[in-house]
């Protein structure tokens, strides 16, 4: 029993959705959607030999198309920069960041951790260029700061530790501050972003009875495993406020994104029957299979403004993104007879096991303003999502459809029956998609495989280009991959982890008026 609760949640963890940085990219795509898309390969290369115990990646982009990726490492000969913050690993596994330029060429690679293992990582970055990592620590040594909310470790139980709050300096040369975050067992992160004013918002799983909470908090009652939501200051100096979200019993904050008010919004899923849902939820009861919540907070912590059921029988992960005026797109994959699908809809009826689902709603007032379906005949998710502008939706995921729709430019249209490359821990035929959606036309504007991968991520940039993380193969004696690799590549396999970022080149309207080759 011991075993398997400790498999469930680590597949949980590596299941679990990574958060998006929360740019706005409302200069990406001036006439792009008149124009319709297509993406070039910028570059593609392996990085780091990490092991396929280390997972759980996370990706954002700045203004200037830089590319920060955190994660943890087992690696001893971990390729840290000259001057960075930690070069050599500490115990069995460390988290590491790395920024990279728009080209692919490291700017910094640093580790940060303790004499135990540290286990997963959220990340998001500010305007000025500090980095903000939130993740999980079984280290009681991990290198917090003096005066920041909480310097003493609170205790570990069999899966995780305590949370950790970081914030890097531009260089990855330093700690601004650094804090723990816990009770006595289990907790981790989910998500990680910064709000209007510098405070942090963190949300994560706990399953410690003493978790801090705070006064007025929406939630207090602790339960079996609870999802959490907290915000710090921006000197990482006081918890403004700490809740629960719901008395969960096995429930996961996977999405987190923060508006221009500093309302809070968080997706992930629940098996919960009685989450204190709002009377404008959706879906008012809990439904079969991995179902997912939104809910919308205030800034304060203290008023649950949103709470609804919102797609069943899907995949774990659910990731959102909010973007100005007032959209708020919510992602990830259902079988669920009953989802809701609006008008220009992609796709309105369900193919095979599950499909994507792609919700767009009006964040003011949580109407749903944009539903659709999207995939091929077998199993598709969607883990990633960003607005290119507020009409334009870009989804990154994983499918094992040999019909997903595509569209004509394609960069990639090959789904190979079979794929000798996979080192025997992964499935075979699981393929990467991006897609980018009009949603106010219900079009496809893009739509292309990527490589063979278990997991991706991906976060647009301002330009509309596309940065991407992928946990892919190790090679086999005789195959690559199956990820496309860029002749300027970093590193060779084997290795576990593929980075790279899509170019974006609009393309005249005339080349474009063709529709989904499988739509
Ligand atoms: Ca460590
Ligand atoms: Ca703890």
Not at 24 to 29: E, K, Q, S, T
Not at 145 to 156: A, K, L, M, V
Not at 308 to 325: C, E, I, K, N, Q
Not at 360 to 374: A, C, G, P, T
Request: proline share 4%.
């Amino acid at each position: 029993m011991k075993t398997i609760k400790v498999i469930l949640f680590a597949l949980l963890l590596l299941l679990a959705a990574w958060g998006r940085c929360a740019e706005i990219h409302d200069a990406a795509l001036a006439g792009g959607q008149a124009a319709g898309l297509a993406y070039a390969l910028g570059f593609s290369t392996y990085l780091f030999h990490t092991d396929q115990y280390a997972a759980n990646y996370d990706i954002c982009t700045d203004g200037q198309g830089f590319i920060y990726i955190s994660g943890n490492t087992r690696d001893r000969n971990f390729p840290a920069t000259a001057g960075a913050f930690q070069r050599e690993l500490h115990g069995e596994a460390d988290a590491f960041v790395v920024k990279l330029a728009p080209d692919g060429k490291i700017v910094f690679a640093t580790l940060i951790g303790g004499s135990k293992r540290e286990h997963h990582t959220r990340i998001t970055v500010d305007g000025d260029g500090s980095i903000y990592l939130a993740g999980g620590t079984h280290s009681p040594d991990f290198p917090v700061t003096p005066g920041s909310y909480d310097t003493r470790f609170n205790g570990e139980g069999e899966w995780a530790g305590d949370v950790y709050v970081v914030k890097m300096d531009p260089a990855g040369s330093g700690i601004v501050w650094s804090t723990f975050l816990g009770g006595k067992v289990e907790e981790t992160a989910g998500g990680i972003r910064i709000d209007s004013r510098g405070n942090v918002v963190v949300a994560g799983v706990t399953c410690s009875h003493d978790f801090p909470t705070t006064k007025g908090a929406i939630g207090s009652t602790f339960a079996k495993q609870v999802s959490f939501l907290s915000k710090f200051s921006p000197h990482g100096d006081a918890l403004l406020f700490s809740t629960f979200l719901g008395n969960g019993t096995g429930d996961m904050i996977t999405g987190l994104a923060v508006d221009r008010q500093d309302n809070i919004y968080a997706t992930g899923y629940t098996a919960t029957p009685d989450l204190p849902v709002t009377a404008n939820a959706m879906r008012r009861d809990l439904g079969p299979g991995n179902d997912h919540f939104l809910a919308k907070v205030d800034g304060t912590g203290t008023r649950l403004l949103y709470l609804s059921y919102l797609a069943a029988r899907g995949d774990v992960s659910a990731v959102l993104f909010w973007a100005d005026p007032d959209r708020l797109a919510v992602c990830g994959s259902t079988a669920e007879d009953g989802f809701p699908i609006t008008a220009r809809a992609l796709r309105t009826v369900r193919r095979g096991e599950r499909d994507c689902f792609v919700a767009v709603f009006h964040s003011s007032d949580m109407k749903l303003e944009y539903s659709s379906l999207l995939g091929g005949s077998e199993a598709d998710a969607i883990e990633s999502v960003s607005f290119l502008d507020p009409d334009t939706v870009m989804v990154g995921g994983i499918t094992t459809s040999a019909n997903f729709p595509l569209t004509e430019n394609a960069l990639f249209s090959e789904f190979p029956s079979w794929e000798k490359t996979f080192n025997n821990t992964f499935w075979g035929r699981r393929k990467s998609f991006v897609s980018v959606i009009d949603i106010r036309n219900g079009r496809l504007l893009y739509s292309s495989y990527l490589g063979a991968c278990f997991h991706i991520r991906t976060a647009a940039d301002k330009g509309g280009s596309i940065a991407f993380i992928a946990e892919a193969g190790q090679r086999e004696a005789a195959g690559t991959t199956g990820f496309p690799v860029s002749e300027n590549a970093l590193q060779e396999p084997p290795t576990y982890l593929m980075l790279g970022r899509l170019i974006l080149n609009p393309i005249p309207v005339e080349s474009n008026q063709k529709t989904g080759r499988n739509k």
